[in-house]
């Protein structure tokens, strides 16, 4: 057993190894996350072609989306960084279990083999970030937002492999009057404007503790690369990226509600946001050039927080009309697998010179649909509103 204190060390030594080999490879991207710091915030690779490089974010280009590929690769999945990806040593590694809602308050350290013990499970969940989507606020609705301006590309499907939370939690000695969890990022701190939030955080609900929750280490049959969360993260299928606390260094439980300004001062309106809304996108390149002819073929992807996706509707006149999609999903069934998301495709029939709008508008089995206009809100969260997509046809 070792201290927080000593991973905190050897968290910071691997940092500083990290910058220096990545810095060779990385280039321009490392020259984006500005003045902030000389280490990188992203350590994967990050290629122009498949990427949109924000610094200490990064979205995958729906356009390089292999449309023959259900699951995202972690190398292609975006990363959200509030600071920067710590290397954790994950022989050091372990998450504290601690807080009023335990039998005993100063709780338990568990390392990673203790983790792995529990009983294995996996889950395919759709992993998207709140602020998926906001560019579209300014762009399409003519509303000011604050905030990285998204397309559609921080968004992912990945078959993730862990523990239960419950299982976990019901081992460590919880108290059946315990109501709500907090976790905690190994990550530094977050500073922003000068004020010092403290490390990444977000709390959850006991009922969400008990439902799905998982502490993950998998990802699509790989260990969770660095910038993803390893050695270990936590994963509430369906519910905003931020509520998936990367490089988990706590859980507190408590038997009284819990807050951070990860659920108060960000991804709040009118309360906490939770469960992922109903989005959809194309795979084809922003202001793309399609060749006319008998039929071009479009394909692209809907899904949802809450449910499968039941209908996806596609309009090739701006909204004129609407056609069906054919929603399929090589290699996976149509729904009915989780949270994963929707593979559709649509034959456009005799695409003729001119410019046009693509619209998709997708329901779930929940009975949420997409709207013509997404609620305004200044975090510009929840861009849930049928994007219109521009192509030319030449
Ligand atoms: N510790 C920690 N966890 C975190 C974050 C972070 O900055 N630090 N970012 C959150 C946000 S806002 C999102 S959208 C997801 C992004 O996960 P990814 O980078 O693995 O795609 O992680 C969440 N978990
Ligand atoms: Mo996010």
Redesign the pocket.
């Known amino acids: 057993m070792t201290s927080p204190g000593l991973n905190r060390r050897s968290f910071l030594t691997a940092s500083a190894l990290g910058a220096a080999a990545v810095g060779t490879t990385q280039g321009a991207g490392a020259v984006a996350s500005g003045a902030a710091a000389a280490a990188p915030a992203i350590l994967k690779p990050l290629p122009a072609e498949r990427f949109i490089d924000y610094g200490t974010n990064a979205e995958t280009r729906w356009d390089s989306v292999d449309p023959r590929r259900y699951l995202t690769p972690q190398s292609d999945?975006?990363?959200?960084?509030?600071?920067a990806t710590p290397q954790i040593d994950p022989a050091s590694y372990e998450l504290r279990i601690f807080g009023d809602g335990m039998r005993d308050p100063a709780g338990v350290r568990l390392t990673l083999e203790e983790i792995k013990a529990f009983r294995h499970v996996e889950t395919t969940s759709v992993?998207?970030?709140?602020g998926n989507g906001r560019s579209f606020f300014a762009t399409q609705q003519g509303q000011e937002v604050s905030g990285t301006r998204w397309t559609l590309g921080?968004v992912?499907a990945v078959r993730w492999k862990g523990v239960r939370v419950k299982d976990v939690l019901t081992a460590a000695g919880i108290r059946p009057d315990a109501v709500s969890v907090q976790a905690t990022?190994?990550?530094a701190s977050y500073v922003d404007k000068g004020v010092d939030h403290g490390?990444?955080r977000r709390p959850f609900p006991i009922e969400k503790a008990f439902d799905d929750a998982l502490l993950v280490w998998g990802a699509n049959g790989e260990a969770l690369l660095p910038?993803?969360?390893f050695p270990l993260?936590l994963l509430l299928p369906g519910w905003?990226?931020?509520a998936?606390?990367?490089?988990l260094g706590s859980l507190e439980v408590s038997t009284s509600e819990l807050t951070s300004p990860w659920d108060t001062k960000w991804y709040n309106v009118d309360g906490p946001l939770t469960v992922n809304p109903v989005r959809s996108a194309l795979e084809l390149e922003w202001n793309a050039e399609i060749p006319a002819g008998d039929r071009f073929v479009l394909t692209g992807r809907s899904w949802s927080g809450a449910a499968p996706i039941s209908r996806v509707e596609i309009s090739v006149d701006g909204g004129a009309t609407w056609a069906l999609a054919t929603q399929h999903a090589p290699g996976r069934p149509t729904g009915g697998h989780g949270l994963g998301w929707a593979q559709w495709a649509h034959t456009w029939r005799d695409p003729e010179p001119g410019t046009y709008e693509i619209l998709v508008r997708a329901a779930d089995r929940a009975g949420r649909t997409q709207p013509d206009a997404a609620a305004h809100n200044p975090g510009g969260y929840f861009f849930d509103a049928v994007v219109r997509h521009p192509v030319t046809v030449v």
Do not use: M, P, Q, Y
Not at 244 to 247: A, F, P, R, T, V
């Open positions: 999945l975006f990363v959200r960084n509030h600071t992993h998207e970030c709140t921080a992912g990022g190994l990550d490390r990444v910038d993803h969360g993260r905003i990226g931020i998936s606390i990367k490089w």
